[in-house]
């Protein structure tokens, strides 16, 4: 430990040498995943949008976020809006999303929720979820560029110890997805059984 800290430690970013480092390649067997997502559009809809924590503006693939269980999706989705809103969430938005669940096939993933993953690219939890998305950005399109061609990256939602994926729409896997919808939230036992859990109103 240092003798005199700084009060304040500067974020990680993707060092010139990124592409030549030797990042481990995680296998991601065939699973099923979960998303929250508006009524009225599909489960599986890449994109690249500004608050998303991986996709920087420049990545060469759209992006899809994925959350190991339903209770991973509902804090991605509205953990904001618990935390910061006094523990109340838009009925508005609330009634406006659907649950469905999301069968992946095997996946090339770069691991950063692994110890290892993280040795190998330089980096620091805190540096993939920092408040400022221009830095974790920067390792979605680090990790979108490097040679190793991974299909995703598994890490760690900031809210609870699950996984959260985030696939890349290369070589055509947007076609090797199945949706099946699960209904609207309002209608699940599981995300009621969430909102009385965090005593979180509608409101």
């Keep these: 430990m240092p003798s005199n800290p ?29 998303r929250v997502h508006k009524t009225g559009t599909p489960a599986v809809a890449f994109g690249k949008f500004p608050h998303h924590r991986f996709s920087h503006p420049h990545c060469p693939f759209p992006l899809l976020y994925l959350g190991a269980t339903p209770q991973t999706c509902l804090w991605e989705y509205f953990g904001d809006e618990v935390f910061h809103g006094q523990r109340v969430i838009s009925a508005a938005k609330w009634g406006g999303c659907r649950l469905s669940q999301v069968l992946v096939p095997d996946l090339k993933v770069c691991a950063v929720s692994q110890e290892r993953t993280r040795d190998a690219m330089s980096v620091d939890r805190a540096s993939l979820m920092a408040a400022d998305l221009n830095i974790p950005q920067a390792w979605g399109l680090a990790v979108q560029e490097h040679p190793a061609a991974f299909e995703a990256i598994q890490y760690s939602s900031r809210f609870l110890d699950q996984s959260c994926l985030v696939l890349f729409d290369r070589d055509g896997l947007s076609a090797k997805l199945r949706e099946t919808r699960l209904g609207c939230l309002a209608d699940l036992d599981a995300a009621v059984d969430w909102l009385e859990e965090r005593k979180t109103a509608l409101v």
């Design 6 to 34: 700084a009060p304040g430690r500067a974020p990680l970013t993707p060092g010139a040498d990124f592409h030549q480092r030797m990042i481990p390649v995680t296998r991601q067997p065939r699973r099923l995943w979960f």
